[in-house]
Nanobody, 112 residues
């Protein structure tokens, strides 16, 4: 069965960095579009970054700070987050569009 397991979240100071990982199983990872979304308290879930055979795209709010990448040998998609801001605080979710499947999420808190 499809499984997505996120890791790497935590508490970081403004200006700091984190790398999120999403380990995937149960489907053909290498040909699958993968995305990262986030949801802050009281706000709607929003797309952060997407990676597919066509390339990558990012929300305007994270362009130049976040990088999405994948390792098909490890069936893992990453989100490198640099220059973090308090407004990046949210639960971050890995998403597989083909099956409309969400991971369980990982909390990122940016605070001094």
């Amino acid at each position: 069965q499809v499984r997505l397991v996120e890791s790497g979240g935590g508490l970081v100071q403004p200006g700091g960095s984190l790398r999120l990982s999403c380990a995937a199983s149960g489907f053909t990872f290498s040909s699958s579009e993968m995305s990262w979304y986030r949801q802050a308290p009281g706000k709607e879930r929003e797309l952060v970054a997407r990676i597919s055979s066509a390339g990558t795209n990012y929300a305007d709010s994270v362009k130049g700070r976040f990088t999405i990448s994948r390792d098909n040998a490890k069936n893992t998609v990453y989100l490198q987050m640099n220059s973090l801001k308090p407004e990046d605080t949210a639960v971050y979710y890995c998403y597989l569009a083909r099956f409309s499947y969400w991971g369980q999420g990982t909390q990122v808190t940016v605070s001094s």
